[in-house]
Structures are given as structure tokens and as C-alpha cells.
């Protein structure tokens, strides 16, 4: 039975070599390429889809890029142009969901699925996913040059309610709060990133991190910084707010920080 939509997930690694920025491809043999990543699979989540395909095409020490990626929250979605082609892809149409992460200049990727063809990962120049000798399909170029390229430079990708992110996008909140975990901790000052309206997707705008407020609590933070600039009242409307989606004692156990940005794009 051929479903009415499949899903996708695929990651776009991101390196700099020699002054030149790449981009990690598939090479199925002469000018055939395609993106690292494929398909859901019945129940799984985009992330979940994306760990399994790397441990599956790339092996399991490729998984360590997944540490830091930054979410593109546009998908790019297609029709099949004949009942033959959607036939053999399972689906009317197809939803193709991107990360992009970034990695070292000396990262060694190697293809690693049994397959009955040939398939190599390839490092091409970031500019040729516009190049119609690369990327065949017209409207996945046009994808790429307008959601990819110019979020190249992000390093991660950060999801805030609507009400918040209109306030970033106007300019009115300037300080983003979060616990100051594993994953933030790999956050530096410059760091350009991704922020998504997390209710009105796909809308989204590029930040830049101009400082990192670290402190035991939120009443400790709030002593050194405005809690106006992190969109709230009062500190007490601040956990009314976070503890709906996170335990207090969770809270308690954690750094916080905040992160001090501007809107660049």
C-alpha cells in the first residue's frame, strides 16, 4: 500500500578546509549525489531516524555529531511526478527534514551500509548544492540556497514559545534563559545560531551569542541582570511559567544561564 506521505531525515555536516567551506554528501557514482540520512520508520521521531541512519551508514562514532546540531524547522516537500515513482518510494509524496552540524577539519567519514552499489561520502564546496551538476532536482536547489547556505555559519538551533519569540524578533528580549547543561556548556560568545517560533513554525530568525550569565539559580542570575530583558515580570512568574514543563526539582539541581543575544538576521 503506498502511504499518502513518507518523512525524512537528513544531516548536512559542515567543515572548513583550507579557507573553503564543505559540505559531507553520499556519492552514488559519477554526478549522483544525495544527502546523509533517509527515511522514519514507523514511530520514530526525526532525531531518533537521523542516530539510526548514521549508526547504519556511517557507523556509530558518526553519531557524536548529532551533539550539537542546528534544526532547519523548514521542510522540504514534494510530490512523485508518476504512480511508477511514488510506487517504488512508498509514498504520493515525501517531507524531508535537515540538520546541519558542524564538523572538525580532519573528521574521517566513511560509508560503511552493505549496499549492492557503490556509495562514498564525498566533501564538495558548500556553493555546489546550488550547482545543477551536483544537485540535479531544480526546486532542492532552491531549497538549499534559500534554508541551507545562509545557515551555514549556525552552530546550533534553539526553539522559544511564540509570545518569546516575538519579543527576540522586535528587539524587546534580549537574554534567553536555560539550564546550564552538557549542551550548553559547548556554547561560546559569537556563536551564531538558529531560533524558531516552537508554535508557528516554520518562521525563524539567525541570533548571535554576545554573553553567557552563568549562576547557582535564577534568583542569583536575576541579581546580576534585568529579568525584564528575559521577558518576564518577576522571578516568581519566571518558574510559575518553567515548572509546567520542568519538575522545580529539577531546576534546583542545575546551573542556569543566561544567554545574552542579538537578532543578526
Given at each position: 500500500?503506498?502511504k499518502?506521505k513518507s518523512?525524512?531525515a537528513?544531516?548536512?555536516?559542515v567543515?572548513?578546509?583550507?579557507g573553503e567551506t564543505?559540505v559531507?554528501?553520499l556519492n552514488y557514482?559519477?554526478n549522483n549525489y544525495?544527502p546523509?540520512g533517509?527515511?522514519?520508520?514507523d514511530g520514530?521521531?526525526?532525531?531518533?531516524?537521523l542516530?539510526r541512519?548514521?549508526t547504519e551508514?556511517l557507523g556509530?562514532?558518526?553519531v557524536k555529531m548529532?551533539?550539537m546540531?542546528t534544526?532547519?524547522?523548514?521542510?522540504?516537500s514534494?510530490k512523485?511526478s508518476?504512480?511508477?515513482?511514488?510506487e517504488?518510494?512508498?509514498?504520493?509524496?515525501?517531507e524531508?527534514?535537515?540538520f546541519?552540524t558542524?564538523a572538525?577539519?580532519?573528521i574521517?567519514l566513511?560509508?560503511?551500509e552493505?549496499?549492492?552499489?557503490?556509495i562514498?561520502v564525498?566533501w564538495?564546496?558548500?556553493a555546489?548544492?546550488?550547482?545543477s551538476?551536483?544537485?540535479?532536482?531544480?526546486?532542492?536547489?532552491?531549497f538549499?540556497?534559500?534554508h541551507?547556505?545562509?545557515n551555514?555559519?549556525?552552530?546550533?538551533?534553539?526553539?522559544?514559545?511564540?509570545?518569546y519569540f516575538?519579543l527576540i524578533?522586535?528587539g524587546?528580549k534580549?537574554?534567553e534563559?536555560?539550564?546550564?547543561?552538557?549542551?550548553?556548556?559547548?556554547?561560546?560568545i559569537g556563536?551564531?545560531?538558529l531560533?524558531?517560533d516552537?508554535?508557528?513554525?516554520?518562521e525563524?530568525?539567525?541570533c548571535?551569542?554576545?554573553?553567557?550569565?552563568i549562576?547557582?539559580?535564577?534568583?542569583?542570575?536575576?541579581e546580576?541582570?534585568?529579568?525584564k530583558?528575559a521577558g518576564?515580570?518577576?522571578?516568581?512568574e519566571?518558574i510559575?511559567?518553567?515548572?509546567k514543563?520542568?519538575?522545580?526539582?529539577?531546576?534546583?539541581?542545575e546551573q542556569?544561564?543566561?544567554?545574552e543575544?542579538k537578532?543578526i538576521?
Amino acid at each position: 500500500m503506498i502511504k499518502d506521505k513518507s518523512f525524512s531525515a537528513y544531516i548536512i555536516p559542515v567543515r572548513v578546509k583550507d579557507g573553503e567551506t564543505q559540505v559531507a554528501m553520499l556519492n552514488y557514482g559519477s554526478n549522483n549525489y544525495g544527502p546523509i540520512g533517509g527515511r522514519l520508520d514507523d514511530g520514530e521521531d526525526l532525531k531518533n531516524a537521523l542516530q539510526r541512519e548514521l549508526t547504519e551508514e556511517l557507523g556509530q562514532q558518526s553519531v557524536k555529531m548529532l551533539d550539537m546540531i542546528t534544526e532547519i524547522p523548514v521542510a522540504y516537500s514534494f510530490k512523485h511526478s508518476s504512480p511508477e515513482r511514488a510506487e517504488k518510494r512508498g509514498a504520493w509524496s515525501e517531507e524531508h527534514h535537515y540538520f546541519i552540524t558542524k564538523a572538525t577539519e580532519n573528521i574521517d567519514l566513511e560509508f560503511c551500509e552493505k549496499r549492492n552499489e557503490k556509495i562514498s561520502v564525498v566533501w564538495i564546496n558548500a556553493a555546489d548544492l546550488t550547482n545543477s551538476d551536483i544537485i540535479h532536482i531544480e526546486d532542492m536547489r532552491e531549497f538549499f540556497a534559500e534554508h541551507i547556505l545562509p545557515n551555514i555559519d549556525c552552530k546550533f538551533s534553539m526553539s522559544v514559545q511564540h509570545k518569546y519569540f516575538e519579543l527576540i524578533k522586535s528587539g524587546q528580549k534580549d537574554i534567553e534563559l536555560r539550564a546550564y547543561d552538557e549542551k550548553r556548556k559547548r556554547i561560546t560568545i559569537g556563536d551564531k545560531f538558529l531560533l524558531f517560533d516552537a508554535e508557528k513554525t516554520p518562521e525563524y530568525i539567525i541570533c548571535e551569542v554576545l554573553n553567557m550569565h552563568i549562576a547557582s539559580d535564577f534568583e542569583s542570575l536575576f541579581e546580576k541582570i534585568d529579568i525584564k530583558r528575559a521577558g518576564f515580570k518577576t522571578v516568581q512568574e519566571l518558574i510559575d511559567i518553567i515548572t509546567k514543563f520542568i519538575p522545580y526539582e529539577k531546576l534546583t539541581q542545575e546551573q542556569v544561564v543566561g544567554i545574552e543575544i542579538k537578532r543578526i538576521r
